[in-house]
């Protein structure tokens, strides 16, 4: 049966609906962004443009970059938008969109979000790399799809504990990037660990600016948690909704975050946009090593 037109929705010159993309405008190698600046940020570096497009906070370029095609997504912030790229993208690939027929043979994507995130641990300081092995979902997107076979039930069930997560709020999922892109991005200066990924930038990730958080010691229960040498390193708003698709569809994923604030010691980077550069220009290189 094919996939009905309000489930999949096409633009009248059959690109897919929110990121305004045909099939030949992207390539398997694929980096987000959260930012639609960012996006030329990225790609100035390349060799060659071949295509460009901008649909609300959706900008797509593709090019290559030392010989590699590549293509450079701005996903917007949080996981309701990571939803609908990776949904969207991933139609691209593995869907006829002519006959709206999943395709028999599927296609991997990889997929590299470079990202800012904010320290949970005194010892991972501001202006450093850190690679995501692991992502724990605390926003509840991913409850909406069939997530047991790819989730990691004891890490969960151990941070549920160790926090006295309330019970109204969506149980934790605690899912793993991919291996085979984790090997390509590491090196020595690059910090690992397990990033909790939150719904909303101020109370989810307890801030407190004029409204009383339901915990306010959350914060704290979670930079203090390790379950078996995995501890929860840094806080942002996109990789478990990219890990937990990513491991559904049968793609590769990993999240590199440049450090920019550290909660621990309440510090921040006094340049920013450098140690993104810096982050951008490495990721790049290790993608086309």
């Known amino acids: 049966m094919s996939i009905k037109q309000s489930e999949l929705i096409l633009n009248p010159d059959g690109s897919v609906y929110h990121l305004n993309l045909k099939p030949e405008h992207i390539a398997n190698d694929i980096i987000f962004v959260g930012d639609q600046y960012r996006v030329d940020k990225v790609t100035k570096h390349f060799d060659a443009i071949e295509f460009t497009t901008q649909k609300r906070e959706f900008k797509t370029t593709t090019g290559t970059y030392k010989g590699k095609r590549l293509t450079v997504i701005s996903t917007g912030i949080g996981p309701d938008n990571i939803d609908i790229v990776f949904n969207e993208l991933d139609a691209l690939v593995n869907?006829?969109?002519?006959?709206?027929?999943?395709?028999?043979?599927?296609?991997?994507?990889?997929?590299?979000?470079?990202?800012?995130?904010?320290?949970?641990?005194?010892?991972?300081?501001?202006?450093?790399?850190?690679?995501?092995?692991?992502?724990?979902?605390?926003?509840?997107?991913?409850?909406?799809?069939q997530i047991d076979a790819v989730s990691h039930p004891e890490i969960e069930n151990a941070f549920v504990k160790h926090t006295n997560w309330s019970s109204k709020k969506a149980h934790p999922i605690v899912l793993s990037g991919s291996k085979t892109l984790e090997n390509k991005l590491s090196s020595e200066n690059v910090y690992k660990g397990m990033t909790?990924?939150?719904?909303?930038?101020?109370?989810?990730?307890?801030r407190v600016l004029r409204l009383p958080l339901q915990d306010a010691e959350l914060n704290h229960k979670i930079d203090n948690f390790n379950h078996n040498g995995i501890r929860v390193t840094n806080l942002e708003m996109e990789t478990s909704a990219i890990y937990g698709l990513a491991n559904l569809l049968g793609h590769n994923s990993c999240s590199m975050n440049a450090i920019i604030a550290n909660r621990a010691n309440g510090t921040f980077s006094k340049d920013p946009g450098k140690i993104v550069t810096q982050l951008i220009e490495y990721t790049l290189d290790k993608l086309v090593e």
């Open 95 to 145: 869907i006829d969109l002519e006959t709206r027929q999943p395709k028999e043979k599927l296609t991997t994507l990889n997929i590299t979000r470079i990202g800012t995130s904010g320290s949970l641990q005194s010892d991972i300081l501001v202006d450093s790399f850190l690679l995501s092995t692991h992502a724990i979902d605390l926003n509840g997107m991913l409850h909406f799809y």
């Open 196 to 206: 909790a990924t939150a719904g909303g930038f101020y109370g989810p990730q307890g």
